[in-house]
């Protein structure tokens, strides 16, 4: 049974940081891309960032260029998002997802590319 559990997220004032955490059980972790997701009260789950399977490739939403940055130890079976300088448009409830395949080596860039969700942690920003 593949799990995903997210941990890290917190209150903190504009200009802070946060280091969200995302353990993944069940199945081989170092054959395929994860993904981190943010929704905001009222709006649509949104991508935030995604990395390739050994970390060599990142990519991420343009409202988070330069102040976020994904990373993974295959290790640890863990992947994490650090969140600098944030904003209180970053306040959302934010979601780690593995794709359905374990083996594909493929690194999803929107929502239906993934299968297993997380629980969500709430990243709450103020002014």
């Known amino acids: 049974q593949v799990q995903v559990a997210e941990s890290g997220g917190g209150s903190v004032q504009a200009g802070g940081s946060l280091r969200l955490s995302c353990v993944v059980s069940g199945r081989k972790f170092n054959t395929y891309g994860m993904g981190w997701f943010r929704q905001a009260p009222g709006k649509e789950r949104a991508f935030v960032a995604a990395i390739s399977w050994n970390g060599g490739d990142t990519f991420y939403a343009d409202s988070v260029k330069g102040r976020f940055t994904i990373f993974r130890d295959n290790d640890k079976d863990t992947v994490y998002l650090q969140m600098n300088s944030l904003k209180p448009e970053d306040t959302a409830v934010y979601y780690c997802?593995?794709?359905?395949?374990?083996?594909?080596?493929?690194?999803?860039?929107?929502?239906?590319?993934?299968?297993?969700w997380g629980q969500g942690t709430q990243v709450t920003v103020s002014s």
């Open positions: 997802a593995a794709p359905p395949g374990s083996s594909d080596y493929y690194t999803g860039l929107t929502a239906e590319d993934y299968h297993y």
